[in-house]
Nanobody
Framework: QVQLVESGGGLVQPGGSLRLSCAAS????????MGWYRQAPGKQRELVAS???????NYTDSVKGRFTISRDNTKNTVYLQMNSLKPEDTADYYC?????????????WGKGTLVTVSS
């Protein structure tokens, strides 16, 4: 069982920056693919960025060039650096851990951290 705890959310002005962190415990962190998702009010949850166990990254088009996902396997933590924030980035941000071993798929979620971009 993997536990994920997000932190770093808050209120920021448009154009500002935030860094989200997700601390993992209870599993072999380096084996997991990690992702950040977000869900805005009235909208479906969407994948923002992901990073494989090998460090390969992927971003949704709306955040490319502004957000950076990274991981520190020595600290069991994944980060999301968010720059040039826009009001449309306002959402609850969730950390996700995935591991597929043959027929077994493991999928864990944190409880989320709120990011509000407003002047």
């Amino acid at each position: 069982q993997v536990q994920l705890v997000e932190s770093g959310g808050g209120l920021v002005q448009p154009g500002g920056s935030l860094r989200l962190s997700c601390a993992a415990s209870g599993g072999i962190f380096s084996l997991y693919a990690m992702g950040w998702y977000r869900q805005a009010p009235g909208k479906q949850r969407e994948l923002v960025a992901s990073i494989t166990s090998g460090g390969r990254t992927n971003y949704t088009d709306s955040v490319k060039g502004r957000f950076t996902i990274s991981r520190d396997n020595t600290k069991n933590t994944v980060y999301l650096q968010m720059n040039s924030l826009k009001p449309e980035d306002t959402a609850d941000y969730y950390c996700n851990a995935k591991l597929i071993l043959g027929p077994v798929a493991m999928d864990y979620w944190g409880k989320g951290t709120l990011v509000t971009v407003s002047s």
